[in-house]
């Protein structure tokens, strides 16, 4: 079974710029979540796809975050503009059916680390 | 408010030794928990979970993790150390959205 892919694995931005993340879940997995995890703190959750709806983006900072899901399947997490504090990996992450089903265990991608200078 | 505490920065153990990473958490109603691992410029990678059942949990590698209630507590286990086990351990606790702690980084010397 394929894992979850992500790209690009490094970025580096000056502050103001955009980036984008791709992220292609496990297949027929239903639930797709991005988190963000900075340097000596726990991933957090940014949103939570369910198919290509959102269940939950109470933490997205909407003012510069966006994120789709395209088609239930792969998503993107757009940065714009960046500020230095972005700095962090992005992981994504994938589960099988709903994600009200807490016991469901997520599969996580290698991440996208970005730096912002 | 669901919420993961993980003490210890650090936990440094001889091969060969016992270890346990500890973690506690905060959430109203019957939780959900997991372990994860993280190696370095990798993903995390699911260890184990409890969700019903007997208290003590068996998972990859040799770990388990005993949850307690009434402390409330999932602390991570593993009766002989490796030095292969070296790597950052999250806990994690989920009732709508899964939470995390902020990481125990594990030292295992030769």
């Known amino acids: 079974e394929a894992g979850v892919a992500q790209s690009p694995r490094y970025k580096i931005i000056e502050k103001r710029q955009s980036v984008a993340f791709w992220c292609n879940p496990i297949?027929?997995?239903?639930?797709l979540y991005w988190y963000q995890q900075i340097l000596g703190q726990g991933p957090k959750l940014l949103i939570q796809f369910q198919n290509n709806g959102v269940v939950d983006d109470s933490q997205l900072p909407k003012d510069r975050f966006s994120a789709e899901r395209l088609k239930g399947v792969d998503s993107t997490l757009k940065i714009q503009p960046a500020k230095l504090e972005d700095s962090a990996v992005y992981l994504c992450?994938?589960?099988?059916?709903?994600?009200?089903?807490?016991?469901?265990?997520?599969?996580f991608g290698a991440g996208s680390r970005l730096t912002v200078l | 408010a669901q919420s993961v505490a993980q003490p210890e920065d650090q936990v440094n153990v001889a091969e060969g030794n016992p270890l346990t990473v500890k973690c506690t958490y905060s959430?109203?109603?019957?939780?959900?928990l997991f372990w994860y691992v993280q190696y370095p410029n990798r993903g995390l990678q699911f260890l184990l979970k409890y969700i019903t059942g007997d208290n003590l949990v068996k998972g990859s590698y040799g770990f388990e993790a005993e949850f307690n209630k009434s402390q409330p507590s999932f602390h991570l286990k593993k009766p002989s150390a490796l030095v292969s086990d070296s790597a950052l351990y999250f806990c994690?606790?989920?009732?709508?959205?899964?939470?995390f702690g902020k990481g125990t980084m594990l030292l295992v010397s030769p």
């Open positions: 959430v109203s109603g019957n939780p959900y």
């Open positions: 994690a606790v989920r009732r709508s959205t899964l939470t």
């Open positions: 992450a994938s589960s099988q059916g709903t994600g009200g089903s807490g016991a469901n265990v997520l599969t």
């Open positions: 297949s027929g997995h239903a639930t």
